[in-house]
């Protein structure tokens, strides 16, 4: 089993739609969590941490579910833009990735 | 103010062949990570360096993977006879420490092709 599981997509969604990505994590002990953003052929980006009371960042809200060993990212009001991978990730010094969830987002 | 780069940013080889693969982070960065990417995958940890030793490079696939740091800043990423399962994107990363609360900031990756 792999350590990060992410439904790889794509998602396509129309703009000012509400979206929302699924991660679970099978390392108990994980204490960090991310979201990263990774546009076609670029570098990996920090979007949010996720922390366990929930986070929100404009349009963008995370949540972390201990119990169920499951993180989540809310996406309000696509936008064009918005169209990338998610990758949801784990870890503190080596970072554990997931395969990614691809968003499209249509006008 | 720059960031992570690395160096090339494409380099086609041939089975068989030596590679070297650079990486210049943040100034002021002491930690300093090696990811490879492969095609609809999310970036796999090699190995990361705190200052110039390297303090942890579990995820090295084996023993044609080497890396050094040794002046603590540019890093080198070398690997020995390639193999066309080599073949990814080898992104490096650095931040300004270890540990909870610091962010990794990545290079725009060394595209590596094996034929």
């Known amino acids: 089993r792999k350590e990060v599981e992410q439904d790889p997509g794509p998602f396509n969604v129309p703009e000012g739609a509400t979206v929302a990505f699924n991660c679970t994590y099978s390392?108990?002990?994980?204490?960090?969590f991310f979201w990263y953003r990774q546009d076609c052929r670029k570098e990996p980006k920090l979007l949010m941490s996720v922390y366990s009371s929930g986070n929100e960042d404009g349009r963008f809200t995370a949540q972390l579910n201990r119990a169920s060993q499951y993180i989540s990212l809310l996406i309000r009001d696509s936008k064009l833009s918005d169209s990338a991978t998610y990758l949801c990730?784990?870890?503190?010094?080596?970072?554990?990735f997931g395969t990614g969830t691809r968003l499209q987002v249509f006008p | 103010g720059a960031g992570v780069s690395q160096t090339p940013s494409n380099k086609v080889t041939e089975k068989g062949k030596y590679v070297e693969l650079r990486c210049d982070p943040i100034s002021g960065h002491t930690a300093l990570y090696w990811y490879r990417q492969s095609l609809g995958q999310g970036p796999e940890f090699l190995i990361y360096?705190?200052?110039?030793?390297?303090?942890?490079d579990s995820g090295l696939p084996n023993d044609r993977f080497f890396a050094v740091r040794p002046e603590g800043s540019v890093s080198t990423l070398k690997i020995q006879r390639t193999e066309r399962g080599d073949s990814a994107v080898y992104l490096c990363?650095?931040?300004?420490?270890?540990?909870?609360?610091?962010?990794?900031?990545f290079g725009p990756g060394t595209r590596l092709t094996v034929t």
């Open positions: 990730v784990h870890g503190w010094d080596k970072l554990i």
């Open positions: 990363a650095s931040s300004l420490g270890v540990g909870e609360g610091y962010e990794q900031y």
């Open positions: 390392n108990s002990a994980s204490q960090s």
């Open positions: 360096f705190q200052g110039t030793g390297a303090a942890d």
